[in-house]
């Protein structure tokens, strides 16, 4: 059996194996799990029209915009001896005070009060 053989039953063996996970993916397809509502708080299987709840979207926008700022933090403990202790200290100070008051005015604004 040469390496054509061994090919043409990786091949096969492969084939079955994506046939028995297709069959295999359609036993359950509107068990009571996926009539649920995902966590997100959207409805499964309607139409896409339907409205979701705002808090959910200003978390995401609230998430993202903390990512990025923290995406900017990471990389100044090697820049630190290129700019200085005094100078990434007063950037760090004043970095962390925006984001902050940031926090604060959507603390203030009422986006994170998650009372129904």
């Known amino acids: 059996m040469g390496l054509m053989g061994l090919y043409l039953i990786f091949m096969i063996i492969v084939l079955m ?7 295999v993916s359609f036993s359950g397809l509107y068990d009571e799990e996926s009539m649920c509502s995902f966590e997100c708080g959207f409805i499964s299987f309607q139409g896409s ?18 990512d990025v700022e923290i995406a900017l933090i990471l990389p100044l403990p090697a820049t630190i001896s290129e700019i200085g202790v005094w100078s990434s200290g007063v950037f760090i100070s004043v970095f962390a005070f925006i984001i902050l008051g940031g926090l604060y005015y959507e603390w203030g604004a009422g986006m994170l009060d998650w009372g129904i």
Request: a positive charge.
């Open 17 to 23: 194996l994506g046939l028995l996970s297709w069959l």
């Open 49 to 66: 029209r339907m409205s979701f709840s705002l808090q959910f979207f200003l978390l995401a926008i609230i998430f993202l915009i903390f």
